[in-house]
């Protein structure tokens, strides 16, 4: 079975910092990997995928995450950090082929000014 | 012109009582979903339905019954509430695909069970 496992339930880090959010996922399989991004009483949206065109993947608002398969990782990251991107973070996978997605159970970014 | 629309937007109740979301999605998408979050924000899938299918029914109370009237809607009716019931219930859409196709989310319904 597939399933993602996010390291810190919070991460806090200053304004212009970087930005650091951990992704470990299992699968018997090449997943697609996604990372999402919910504001506080929104629904999620995407930041990104990786569906093996490119290990390293560009996403929206200057993230992106590497996929390395050797660590079974994939990584958010974000070179400087501006107080809008203070928001719930999540991880998931999705089967090859098929129509589940599981998500991990998220991190919650703080950005100080 | 909102793509994945869910109402009511918040739902406060008695326990015992029977309540249903509504969601409607206009992206032309085959497949629905019905997630809920609970309040450590963790998001679990419940059902899925493929062109009016059931195709995921994971391990849920059968107090919770999805119906899809066509593919561009899907209600969750759910009977004879409970406390733990509460909380943010997320409709969402996708293409149907290669499986690479990512989620469109409604903006959730908060249900409160008093």
């Known amino acids: 079975a597939q399933s993602v496992t996010q390291l810190g339930s919070h991460v806090s880090v200053s304004e212009g910092a970087l930005v650091l959010l951990r992704c470990n996922y299992s699968s018997s399989v090449p997943p697609y990997l996604f990372w999402y991004v919910q504001y506080p009483n929104q629904g999620l949206q995407l930041l990104l995928k990786?569906?093996?065109?490119?290990?390293l993947v560009k996403g929206i608002n200057g993230f992106e995450a590497e996929f390395k398969k050797s660590e079974t990782s994939f990584h958010l990251t974000k070179p400087s950090a501006h107080m809008s991107d203070a928001a719930e973070y999540f991880c998931?996978?999705?089967?090859?082929?098929?129509?589940?997605?599981?998500f991990g159970a998220g991190t919650r970014l703080f950005v100080k000014a | 012109d909102t793509a994945v629309s869910q109402t009511p937007k918040y739902l406060v109740t008695q326990m015992g009582n029977d309540k249903s979301i509504k969601c409607e999605q206009n992206?032309?998408?085959?497949?629905m979903y019905w997630y809920k979050q609970d309040s450590k924000k963790f998001l679990k899938i419940m059902f899925s339905?493929?062109?009016?299918?059931?195709?995921i029914n994971e391990t849920v109370p059968n107090r919770f019954s999805p119906k899809s009237p066509d593919k561009a809607h899907l209600n969750l009716h759910i009977n004879s509430l409970e406390l733990g019931d509460s909380a943010v219930y997320f409709c969402?859409?996708?293409?149907?695909?290669?499986?690479?196709?990512?989620?469109?989310f409604g903006s959730g319904t908060q249900l409160s069970v008093l």
């Open positions: 998931a996978v999705k089967e090859t082929g098929g129509f589940k997605t599981i």
């Open positions: 969402a859409s996708s293409p149907q695909g290669t499986g690479m196709e990512k989620l469109f």
């Open positions: 339905y493929n062109n009016k299918e059931l195709i």
């Open positions: 992206l032309g998408h085959d497949t």
């Open positions: 990786y569906t093996s065109a490119a290990t």
